[in-house]
């Protein structure tokens, strides 16, 4: 009888307010582009929450609390004590992962259609944004700030209501006749101008305290202050399952195209002339309250249900990331908090009957100790706050609602043994307040306490990135997708080193981060990059791309094994076109190759070295009478192509003319060909450093074996001639119009047990380098000196263009150069100067070890995929200064592919956060190195086409890996051989066939 009652009143009060947003919301109307006013002339601002900047936990999460609490309580304290409060809100919604996901890949997608790959080739971000939603969830947190109108003092109340007077008057006699009509337009009456400039100094002061590092004190946050459109939309999307666009925003008073509320002509009606008010803008449907299982409010197809906090964890605030773990990706779920200032002030008749029958029963006696706790921390100086939770969570179906409110329930009731309620009396109004700073009610409770363990509950501490978007999408495992970028603004410096022991999943995470550069965000053309590598991994990323563009951009894709063969030979000496002088950066370049070949010349070596370098480019420079003749011999094809034009050879003719006379046809790649003859080689150095310039000033210079340095010279660049014959003859080896490529060092590169060996891979890379990355390095100011006038032009304009865009320069197993000082200096270099070239420079290798202590101290970003034993953990806390959070997070997670710890220095302050790589069956596919799945991927793409052969193996094998079905088919063949082919071969004929056969 009494719930039959119950129901009808609750049905009776549903149906008098229709459910109607408007008759629950406090929000009135924009007074500027980042303030709101509420319907008691409050001020409203809002503050993006995107989480922590580092990784949380231990000593620096209590730390990150306090900062927040501090901040709290002191702008709470200020002025008479009840000038502002607050209001938090979070939302996570695994239905809303795909949105934010694809949102994240857009401008990739994007890069790849203005490539012109067609919409079937795009396999790759389907499996991408597939793959990360089974991990992924959307998240967003925000905080309200207000500054009441209570706050003000009795004169200042006064003087404000004088102010509104008058303000009222001069809106009647400017729009006289006009009714202003709150049902149906925003109003636009505006709050007391006295209250602005408090707003305004307390937001501002928040968000720096917010986002101050937490060493100076500050909360270590990530945060923005939104503006009207942009906390609407967040606020919109605290309360609307239905999806809607990331653009979305309400319209404004003053908004350009403003519509009328109205459709009709209501004389003097502001609906006729003002926009709707907002939330009929923001809740377009009614609630329908249901008073069934549980209180439940209906909106359009989603069912709402929620619950109020009334008992807080037994600590007094247990962490919320505990709670977020306990839901994790099951169910959709949302909770806010308003916390009000003056906590003692509230359930006043609690305190009251705490302290008559304080004496009487067990639970009485707890309720007395409790209140005289408070008031003991508020006279001690811990500031106790009052907070109002509510949690709401929503499905399709009712009965779906219930099953997602149980859960809520009980994962919160096991947060540190909470109490809460679904019996609210309103469930309309407790979804509503799952967006803070909408309601103007709230059905929770208040419930005091210390703001010092009530901000331990506060959703504010979720991981999050710096990046919006970027070349790398990674997630959190909490299940926020984590974007990284390369070569963004928000670093000085672009400098990257990453190691991980054999077997971490290094190669995978590369591929993955080489694929998202090739496809960056607002790309017209495909970018520069250049991996040195040793081994095929690198080539992977290559042939899915290669496979992917259109046919007029594949060669600008390059997949380069070099080998011991002549055609490979690229000159180092090799100039800028029409240019007879090296670039500055070539002749550093040239110094640290030198060098590398005649490695005992001591500390003067390298000084030596530049000026032989220099000799020998002024004794075959134009205006030398030793400078080359032309011959024949040098390019047969070349010549008889020049004659046939009607150029006339002599004996005389030298290279720098023929040079000269192709580029003035316009035949410029004939005219860089014929330059490779006119520069210096390695065997010309010999001669240079026997000049009488050299001799005079170096004569009687020694070694520290006491031999003469020239002679030594002399002696390692002869021996080198024949020992690195790729490096001492004209360049004959061409990439043509590539733009990016893989350079595989495998079939070159020497031992890692010798000096020798480590001395010959360091050649080899910076060989590597001069053949793929010897246009990276370029500004017109520092090339304008050397150009002859007939290339001005034509070098100005290449220049530009090159050094207006980002390039790629990644130098991988690292570990095979470890300690050869040539070529440790030219990385150096490289990562000291990249950013003035657009250049982001990257080593990858084994050990932090493999890298010399300048390049790590030159780099802003860090991936430690493993460390491989507790030495290797000791120098990198040792060298990054990392917290015992960091440390513990990188040995307990940090254990196998899939997950690297990141460190980012950024203009925000430093970075830290533990990553996970997800992929799918076709990414898998495309970057697998194991023996045999590369075999069987190759005789597949063999045989269907690069792409299909991916899709079919992802559609038969979606683990990304056959190796376990060749286990099982070996196991059951046991000892029968006459089938002679090799695993791979066979799954690859049966794949092939069953396909065949379904086409057919």
Not at 537 to 552: A, K, N
Not at 892 to 916: D, I, N, W, Y
Request: overall charge neutral.
């Amino acid at each position: 009888m009494i719930d039959s009652i119950e129901r009808t009143f609750y049905w009776f009060s549903s149906f008098l307010l229709e459910g109607d947003a408007l008759a629950h919301t406090q929000l009135r109307g924009a007074v500027d582009d980042m303030i709101l006013a509420t319907t008691s002339d409050d001020l409203i601002s809002f503050i993006e929450i995107n989480g922590s900047r580092k990784l949380v936990g231990g000593l620096e999460l209590d730390k990150q609390i306090a900062a927040v609490a501090a901040k709290l309580a002191q702008v709470m304290k200020s002025g008479n004590g009840a000038q502002h409060s607050f209001g938090i809100s979070f939302r996570s919604s695994p239905d809303g992962a795909e949105r934010v996901l694809r949102e994240l890949v857009a401008p990739s997608v994007a890069t790849a259609e203005r490539f012109g790959v067609p919409s079937d080739r795009l396999d790759y971000f389907d499996d991408q944004v597939k793959a990360l939603m089974s991990k992924c969830t959307d998240e967003q947190v925000y905080l309200c700030a207000l500054t009441h109108r209570d706050g003000l003092s009795p004169a200042e109340k006064k003087r404000a209501s004088e102010w509104r007077f008058e303000a009222q008057g001069k809106f009647i006699k400017a729009a006289k006749g006009v009714r202003l009509n709150d049902d149906h337009a925003q109003n636009p009456r505006v709050p007391s101008p006295m209250l602005f400039p408090r707003h305004r100094s307390m937001v501002s002061n928040l968000v720096s305290a917010l986002r101050g590092d937490v060493d100076a004190n500050g909360a270590g946050l990530q945060v923005r202050e939104l503006d009207c459109g942009e906390a609407l939309n967040l606020m919109r999307r605290q309360i609307d399952a239905t999806p809607f666009p990331t653009s979305w925003r309400p319209r404004f008073i003053g908004d350009r195209g403003t519509v009328a509320s109205t459709a009709g002509t209501r004389k003097g009606d502001s609906a006729n002339m003002l926009p709707p008010p907002l939330a009929r803008q923001m809740v377009t449907e009614k609630y329908r309250e249901l008073f069934v299982d549980a209180e439940i409010a209906k909106k359009g197809q989603w069912h709402f249900a929620s619950v109020v906090l009334e008992v807080p964890p037994e600590s007094g605030g247990e962490p919320f990331s505990d709670l977020a773990s306990m839901i994790g990706r099951e169910i959709p779920w949302s909770v806010s908090f308003e916390v009000s200032p003056n906590g003692t002030s509230f359930r006043q008749a609690d305190q009251m009957y705490g302290g008559f029958v304080g004496g009487f029963g067990d639970t009485n006696k707890k309720i007395r100790a409790a209140w005289l706790e408070l008031k003991r921390l508020h006279k001690s100086g811990d500031y106790v706050c009052a907070i109002r939770v509510v949690f709401t969570t929503w499905a399709k179906t009712e009965s779906g609602c219930v099953d997602n409110l149980s859960m809520l329930r009980s994962s919160i009731e096991s947060w540190g043994s909470a109490i809460v309620s679904n019996e609210t009396g309103s469930p309309a109004l407790a979804a509503l307040c799952a967006a803070a700073g909408f309601a103007k009610r709230n059905p929770a409770p208040y419930i005091p306490g210390p703001i010092s363990e009530l901000a331990t509950m506060f959703p504010m501490l979720r991981p999050a990135s710096v990046w919006k978007t970027g070349q790398l999408l990674t997630h959190t495992k909490e299940g926020r997708p984590y974007p990284v970028a390369f070569g963004s603004t928000l670093q000085n410096f672009w400098g990257t080193i990453g190691f991980a022991p054999s077997g971490y999943g290094k190669s995978f995470l590369l591929s993955m981060l080489n694929y998202g550069i090739l496809m960056s965000a607002g790309l017209d053309e495909v970018p520069y990059l250049v991996v040195i590598d040793v081994g095929p991994s690198s080539r992977l990323v290559m042939d899915l791309v290669r496979g992917m563009l259109p046919e007029r951009l594949k060669p600008q894709i390059a997949s380069i094994r070099i080998r011991n063969d002549k055609k490979y030979t690229v000159n180092i000496f090799d100039t800028q076109h029409g240019c007879d002088m090296p670039t500055q950066v070539d002749l550093d370049f040239q110094v640290s190759v030198v060098s590398s070949l005649a490695p005992t010349l001591g500390e003067e070596g390298d000084r030596f070295c530049a000026m032989v370098i220099r000799e020998a480019y002024r004794k075959f420079g134009r205006k030398s009478p030793d400078q080359r003749v032309w011959q024949r011999s040098f390019d047969q094809a070349l010549h008889d192509r020049l004659e046939q034009s009607g150029y006339a050879f002599s004996e005389k003719t030298r290279v720098w003319d023929v040079v000269d006379a192709l580029f003035d046809m316009g035949r410029i790649d004939d005219s860089i060909l014929a330059q490779r003859y006119a520069v210096p080689r390695l065997s010309d150095l010999v001669g240079a450093a026997q000049s009488k310039v050299l001799r005079d000033q170096w004569r009687s210079a020694i070694t520290k074996n006491g031999e003469l340095l020239i002679d030594v010279f002399i002696r390692s660049i002869t021996s080198a001639q024949s020992e690195y014959e790729l490096i001492s003859g004209f360049t004959k080896f061409d990439i043509g119009p590539a733009r990016a490529m893989s350079i595989d060092l495998e079939e070159v590169v020497g031992s890692m047990n010798s000096e020798e060996g480590k001395r010959r891979s360091g050649i080899m890379f910076m060989l590597a380098r001069r053949l793929g990355a010897k246009n990276f390095f370029l500004r017109w100011d520092e090339i304008e000196e050397i150009v002859p006038d007939r290339y001005r032009t034509y070098q100005r304009d290449r220049v530009e263009k090159i050094s207006a865009a980002i390039k790629f320069l990644e130098y991988d197993e690292k570990h095979y150069t470890s300690g050869v000082t040539g070529v440790d200096n030219q990385i150096n270099v490289d990562l000291r100067v990249g950013r003035k070239y657009k250049t982001v420079t990257m080593m990858f290798s084994q050990l932090l070890a493999d890298f010399p202590r300048a390049a790590v101290d030159n780099c802003y970003t860090y991936l430690v995929l493993g460390t491989g034993s507790s030495a290797s953990t000791k120098e990198l806390q040792e060298t990054f200064s990392l917290s015992e959070s960091e440390i513990g997070a990188i040995e307990k997670e940090c254990t196998g592919p899939g997950r690297v710890f990141a460190l980012f220095k950024t203009t925000m302050g430093a970075t830290s956060q533990v990553l996970h790589t997800t992929a799918g069956p076709f990414m898998m596919w495309a970057f697998s190195t194991s023996t045999d799945d590369a075999l069987l991927r190759k005789l597949v793409t063999e045989r269907l086409g690069y792409l299909e052969g991916l899709r079919a193996l992802a559609k038969a094998y979606p683990s990304g890996s056959a190796r376990k079905a060749m286990e099982l088919y070996q196991n059951k063949r046991g000892n029968d051989d006459s089938d002679k082919r090799t695993l791979p071969e066979v799954f690859a004929d049966r794949l092939v066939s069953d396909i065949e056969a379904v086409a057919a």
